[in-house]
């Protein structure tokens, strides 16, 4: 069961978009309980939008069981310590969907009396209201998302993704921009889901109501004046903000102005969207955007 007396947070998003600076700010709180975990991923993969994150997981126990020695002696305790842990974690994925029991005895795993519950998982961006509506129904669950300015967070998410293939230098960049084209090309762009932050606000909207949602913007995110406004929402004490700094920041890789004037193009009913839905609380950064595409049209 849930602990009585808390309130659950979701981290919905989005991706490379600060959510990793956020969960240790909030870390800094003893008013906010943490599972062992820091990305749970269990609504992405129980409503089958997450296989590959399971999958992943899977391979891993079976690669730590296999290095299990038969012997006596110390040989297996740091590989028993990791398999216990990630067994452990695995263990959300028990229950049939709608079951949550084993996902709430993990993340209440060491709680100890917090007023606040927290998931940090950004993959949540991606699921729908019914999901929602459903994760919202815990704890009287809180949602925060963060924003950022759509096509920085695109490159950003662009520069991860080559990052895995073990590209250097000249090469990285080349391959950056290779993939870059690859999505316009294949003007799959509008149809990334983690991308879409109309589709996920619209989603959300209709099943949480808005008291309970709170979206921060990338760009304003360090401030302390957002981090005021954070707790003061969350229900706790005030903490003081932590400095920028980038996580996981891997190689850099310069986007060229003219990918830059395309996705800028591609991602125009994004900026439109949250102009609309915000106004001047959109930050100075993605007003210059959309003047950059009002001058492309011209």
């Given at each position: 069961m849930?602990?009585e ?5 979701f981290c919905i998003?989005?991706?490379?978009a ?5 969960f240790?700010?909030l870390s800094?709180s ?5 599972s062992?975990n820091k990305e749970?991923?269990?609504?992405d ?6 296989q590959q994150?399971?999958?992943?997981r899977v391979?891993a ?5 296999q290095r ?6 110390p ?11 990630l067994t452990?974690?695995l ?9 949550h029991q084993?996902y709430?005895s ?8 917090q ?13 729908d ?5 459903e994760m919202?129904?815990i704890?009287q669950?809180?949602f ?7 096509v920085?967070?695109l490159?950003s998410?662009?520069?991860?993704a080559?990052?895995t293939?073990n590209k ?7 391959a950056?921009?290779?993939?870059g ?5 294949s003007?799959?762009i509008p149809k ?6 109309k589709?996920?606000?619209?989603e959300?909207?209709?099943a949480i109501?808005?008291n ?6 990338y760009e304003n995110?360090?401030?302390q004046s957002?981090?005021?406004s954070l707790?003061s ?6 903490l003081p903000?932590?400095?920028?700094q ?9 986007l ?15 900026y ?8 001047a609380d ?6 210059n955007?959309?003047?950059?595409r009002?001058?492309i049209?011209e």
């Amino acid at each position: 069961m849930f602990p009585e007396n808390a309130r659950m947070i979701f981290c919905i998003g989005a991706q490379k978009a600060g959510t990793t600076w956020l969960f240790h700010a909030l870390s800094q709180s003893r008013e906010i309980h943490f599972s062992p975990n820091k990305e749970l991923h269990y609504f992405d993969v129980m409503a089958g939008k997450a296989q590959q994150v399971l999958d992943l997981r899977v391979v891993a126990a079976t690669t730590l069981a296999q290095r299990l020695v038969a012997k006596p002696g110390p040989h297996n305790i740091a590989t028993m310590k990791q398999l216990n842990e990630l067994t452990s974690l695995l263990s959300i994925y028990s229950r049939a969907r709608g079951d949550h029991q084993a996902y709430l005895s993990y993340l209440s795993d060491g709680y100890n009396g917090q007023k606040r519950v927290c998931d940090i998982t950004p993959a949540y961006a991606i699921l729908d209201r019914q999901t929602f509506r459903e994760m919202g129904s815990i704890g009287q669950a809180q949602f925060l998302f963060i924003l950022r300015d759509p096509v920085e967070r695109l490159w950003s998410q662009i520069r991860m993704a080559v990052s895995t293939r073990n590209k250097a230098g000249a090469a990285f960049q080349q391959a950056c921009e290779a993939r870059g084209q690859l999505l316009l090309d294949s003007r799959r762009i509008p149809k990334i889901e983690r991308a879409n932050y109309k589709r996920t606000i619209t989603e959300l909207e209709a099943a949480i109501p808005p008291n309970r949602i709170k979206y921060l913007f990338y760009e304003n995110l360090f401030q302390q004046s957002t981090m005021m406004s954070l707790c003061s929402f969350l229900g706790i004490s005030p903490l003081p903000t932590l400095p920028k700094q980038r996580s996981n920041v891997g190689q850099i890789a310069h986007l060229p102005d003219d990918l830059r004037a395309a996705f800028r193009i591609a991602l125009d009913p994004q900026y439109k969207f949250i102009r609309e839905r915000f106004g001047a609380d959109m930050p100075a950064a993605w007003d210059n955007a959309i003047a950059a595409r009002i001058c492309i049209d011209e």
